[in-house]
Structure formats: structure tokens, C-alpha cells
């Protein structure tokens, strides 16, 4: 009697029209057109209501309208305090770095950091310096401080520029990967971009392929580099020490339980090898060059490649000490000098925080400008470089470019923009030149190679693609301005700072060779793209020296 009832109701449906099921169901004929009935445009229905409301067609009468909105929920706002939402980001910070079931090292690592840039954007500094602190101490990271709150609130104080370099990184531009791979060593490596090298300077010309024929006259030019002038030396303090910075006052050897009241080797006035330069040692490298040049008259000019503040922790250093530092150190190389020009390049440890510096494009004030005009004006009062040469080093990165009385150019890059612990190299990653400086720097060797002028590149950090120094995108970009220009044009690279190998520290000096492209290092399909690691090794171009260090830290 059920089954015959629905068998009936089903009949009566088909009887009042076509029924149809969403998404699966079959078209029948239809037989409207012959049956006037049921185009009867009556918005309301035919059949009986038998007590029942009235039911409408068309949307008539009491039926709501397409656009009627609907109640929302009211608000839940239990996060109505900046430490409750700082309290919120840590434990889902915490919960993605613990969990191991779900998350690769890799995603834990650029999830967390995509975090850490939405909460740079939308909270306050603070909050951002909290997270880095609390975080430290909970997943007990490797720093330099003694302590966490040193490190990122402190005398370190690295926490507000994290947070502006949080605020502009972007997964889009691979800022997370090359973070968590340069930084903290938990994702591969992003991959090395192909150059357009039509961006940066014109076609090699067949002559430049040859260097022009010597002159058959020498010069003597001295190299300095890496002077790292230590002036809080402690004379008879732990030289053998346990920290990585000895001949300080709270130098210990923990295996040989010594101190500065017992030294196992009295740390002396002239240096030892696990101590910066002591005033005494650095004085020495110059009248030391008596014996090899007859002094410094008999010098053309000096090239220094940078690095003159010691190596302390980030809780040991401030503005007021890097000023410091840099002022005395150019006062001391104009005195032993005299009238020879001395031709600079900023080192990693030429800024504060040390090796950090921002593109102009960065924020509306360069945050690091107050040395670029330190140094500027310092090396156009000892009449080195030129007002205007002064002027372009003080609104970009220190760099310039200055013709020696022999005719020769130099050219003098700031590399902080391609090296690993520059923190705002992380952001806009793919961009090989984000400061505009190899750009610059192709454009004066254009201009050289349009007036048949040779030059010396100077930097600092040596370039390269292992990623021990120099980071590969902007390696790549600086491969292909050197390989375009040499070796008529450039007659050599200098650089200081330290060695790929085996220690990427070692203030050792040795020579880096570029070579010539492979010809399948640009596609036959025509593309502009060059494989800047596709290398002829059978076509050296010119050569890069790699100056020792006044310091005697780590092994020089």
C-alpha cells in the first residue's frame, strides 16, 4: 500500500510538469506547448491549498528577493591586546617547528617565516623582536649574543631590522627557500637564474677580446685589506682562548680552566693568531714597507678592500664603536701614507649591524646613509676621490668610481649586496641586482670601453657560487659583466675578506680566475638567457686577487 501511494505521487509530479534532479537527469519532450494550462502566468497556485499557506511563482508576493542579505555572525575578539595576538603567533610558530609528522624541515622553516613577514605587516616592531626572542629561547638557535634578548632587543638589537626585512619578502620571488637555505640550512638550494645580458651592456665587440699589448712600465701599488683593528686588545689576557675572538679581558680557555688572571699564553702587544689586530701589530704594516718599496713615496697608490671594525659579537658592537673604528683607522692610513691616494672599498664589517645594508629602494630613507656619508666625506677630505665622486659614494653604498693619475679607472663596488649574512639580500631574491650596483658598474665599464680606458674592479666579499660568501643570483650577474668586459677592458679584480676554501674566513691570499662562456652556455632556441656556470675552463679572461689580511685571526 506504501510503495503504491509513492508510485501515485510520482505519476501526479509528472502530470504537473517535467521534474528534473540537479546534475543527473534526462530530458523528456516537452508538452507545455499544448497544454495552455500550464503557462497560466497565475503567481499563485491552481491547485487546492486545503488549509495550507499560499505558495507563489516568481518570486511574488512575501518571497525574499534575490539580494537579501542574511544575519553574520556577531564578532569574536578575544585577541584584543598586542600581547594576546603575540601570544597567538608563537604557539602556532611553536606548533608548526614541532610538528615532524606533517612538515618537512624545509616547510616548517618557510612556513614559519611567511608568519613572521604577516605579522611584520600587520603588528607593531615590538611584537616582531618578542617573537625572535621567545622563539630563541625555546628552540635554543645558535647567535652571537650571549643572550637572546642581547641578540634581537639588546646592544645587538637586531629584532627592528628582521622586521622590516620580514615585512618584504615574498614566496613569489623564492625569499622564503633562499632564507631557510642560506640561513638556516633546512631547504635546498633555490636555483641559480639564467642572465639577460642584453639588460646590462651591449654586444661583445670582436676587438675586446684581446688585451691591448703592456707598456713595459711598472708601478707599485700596495693592497691592504681585512685590517680589523682591535682597541679593545687587552694586553696579557687568554690569547688561547675558547671563544672564537681572543686577547679580550673576558677571555677564558675552558679545557685548561684559565683566565686573564692565569693565561695559558699572555696575549702580547705585537698580536697572536686568535686575536684582531692590536694597534701595534696594525702600525707595523707600514713601517714594515721600507724594507719592500722604500716607503710610501715610492708607492703610485694603495687599494684597501675593506673590513676595519674587529669581530665582536652583535651584543659587543654599536654605531658609536663602527664610527669609531672607521675614523681612526683612515686618520692613521692618511698619517702613515701622506700624499700617496688610498683607494677604499666598505668590507662586511664596515657598517652596523655588521654586513647589513638596504637598497635605496628599500624605504623611504636608507637606513644605513649615516655611514655612506661618513666614509664619503672622509675619503674626499683626504683627497682621494673627487667632490662628485663623493657625492654619488654617499647615496649609493659607498661605491664610486675614480681615474688615477696613471689613467687608470677604479671602480669600487660595496659587495654586502651579494653577501650570504646581508639579512636584506633575502628579499626580491631573484632580482640579481636589486641596488642597482652591478648595473652601475656595467655602465662604467661600457663607458671605459668607449674611450679605451682600462680599470680595476675593488670589493670586498669575493663572488662565487658555492654560497659560502657571495650569493650565486648576483654572482651570475657579476660573471657576465666581467666575462663582457675582459680583457680589454678590465685588467683585473680585487677583493679581500676571505677564501671559498676549505674556510670560508681564512683572510689568505690567493688569486680567482673567470673564464670564458661555453658556447651552449646561450641556447640555440634563441634565447637571451646565458647559463652564467656553463664554462669554458680551456679561456681564462682575467684574474681576481684575494688579498691577505693585516689581521691575524683565523690562520693569516
Not at 221 to 239: Q, T, Y
Not at 290 to 318: M, P, R, W
Not at 518 to 543: C, E, F, M, Q
Request: aromatic share 12%.
Amino acid at each position: 500500500m506504501f510503495a503504491v501511494s509513492l508510485i501515485g505521487l510520482a505519476q501526479l509530479l509528472l502530470l504537473a510538469g517535467d521534474v528534473s534532479a540537479h546534475g543527473s537527469h534526462r530530458r523528456r519532450q516537452s508538452t507545455n506547448g499544448t497544454n495552455p494550462a500550464a503557462l497560466n502566468p497565475q503567481p499563485t497556485t491552481t491547485f487546492p491549498l486545503n488549509g495550507g499557506p499560499e505558495l507563489y511563482y516568481n518570486g511574488s508576493g512575501p518571497v525574499p528577493p534575490y539580494n537579501e542579505t542574511s544575519p553574520i555572525p556577531a564578532p569574536i575578539t578575544p585577541l584584543n591586546s598586542t600581547s594576546a595576538i603575540e601570544d597567538n603567533y608563537f604557539q602556532e610558530l611553536l606548533a608548526i617547528t614541532g610538528n615532524s609528522s606533517t612538515f618537512s624541515k624545509c616547510d616548517k622553516c618557510t612556513i614559519g617565516t611567511e608568519i613572521l613577514h604577516l605579522v611584520s605587516i600587520t603588528q607593531p616592531v615590538s611584537t616582531v623582536t618578542n617573537l625572535l626572542i621567545r622563539l630563541c629561547n625555546v628552540l635554543q638557535w645558535s647567535i652571537y649574543a650571549t643572550t637572546c634578548e642581547e641578540e634581537y632587543s639588546g646592544i645587538g638589537g637586531l629584532g627592528p631590522y628582521y622586521a622590516q626585512l620580514y615585512s618584504k619578502m615574498s614566496y613569489a620571488t623564492q625569499d622564503m627557500q633562499a632564507w631557510c637555505f642560506y640561513q638556516w640550512n633546512t631547504c635546498s638550494a633555490p636555483p641559480t637564474i639564467e642572465i639577460d645580458e642584453s639588460q646590462y651592456f651591449s654586444p661583445k665587440p670582436a676587438n675586446a677580446s684581446q688585451a691591448p699589448e703592456p707598456s713595459g712600465e711598472s708601478i707599485n701599488v700596495l693592497h691592504l685589506s681585512d685590517w680589523h683593528l682591535d682597541p679593545r686588545f687587552d694586553i696579557g689576557s687568554e690569547a688561547n682562548c675558547s671563544q672564537y675572538l681572543c686577547c679580550r679581558p673576558y677571555s677564558t680557555n675552558t679545557k685548561l680552566n684559565t683566565s686573564i688572571q692565569d693565561p695559558s699564553v699572555p696575549a702580547s702587544r705585537f698580536g697572536y693568531l686568535y686575536c684582531d689586530s692590536p694597534p701595534d701589530l696594525a702600525l707595523s704594516s707600514f713601517s714594515s714597507m721600507e724594507k719592500f718599496f722604500g716607503g710610501s713615496k715610492n708607492i703610485s697608490f694603495t687599494i684597501f678592500t675593506g673590513d676595519i671594525v674587529s669581530h665582536d659579537n652583535a651584543d659587543q658592537l654599536s654605531r658609536a664603536y663602527v664610527e669609531y673604528e672607521e675614523k681612526v683607522t683612515y686618520e692613521t692610513f692618511k698619517a702613515n701614507m701622506g700624499s700617496t691616494p688610498i683607494y677604499p672599498t666598505l668590507g662586511n664589517h664596515d657598517s652596523f649591524p655588521e654586513a647589513f645594508s638596504t637598497p635605496n629602494s628599500f624605504a623611504p630613507t636608507n637606513i644605513f646613509s649615516w655611514n655612506y656619508d661618513l666614509l664619503s666625506s672622509m675619503w674626499q677630505s683626504d683627497g682621494w676621490i673627487t667632490a662628485s665622486e663623493s657625492q654619488y659614494a654617499s647615496t649609493h653604498y659607498g661605491g664610486y668610481a675614480h681615474t688615477t693619475k696613471e689613467g687608470l679607472r677604479i671602480i669600487s663596488i660595496n659587495t654586502d649586496f651579494w653577501y650570504v649574512d646581508n639579512a636584506f639580500n633575502y628579499f626580491n631574491f631573484t632580482n640579481p641586482d636589486h641596488s642597482g650596483t652591478l648595473t652601475w658598474l656595467a655602465q662604467q665599464l661600457q663607458a671605459c670601453e668607449s674611450a679605451g680606458q682600462r680599470a680595476w674592479v675593488i670589493g670586498h666579499v669575493l663572488s662565487g657560487y658555492d654560497g659560502s660568501n657571495a650569493l650565486p643570483n648576483p654572482s651570475a650577474l657579476f660573471q657576465s659583466i666581467i666575462n663582457r668586459f675582459s680583457p680589454a677592458t678590465v685588467a683585473g679584480v680585487f677583493f679581500g675578506h676571505a677564501a671559498h676554501t676549505p674556510s670560508p674566513d681564512t683572510h689568505e691570499d690567493q688569486l680567482q680566475i673567470f673564464y670564458d662562456y661555453a658556447a651552449s652556455s646561450l641556447p640555440s632556441n634563441g634565447s637571451r638567457l646565458r647559463n652564467t656556470t656553463d664554462i669554458d675552463y680551456s679561456k681564462p679572461l682575467t684574474v681576481g686577487y684575494i688579498g691577505p689580511s693585516i689581521t691575524p685571526l683565523t690562520g693569516a
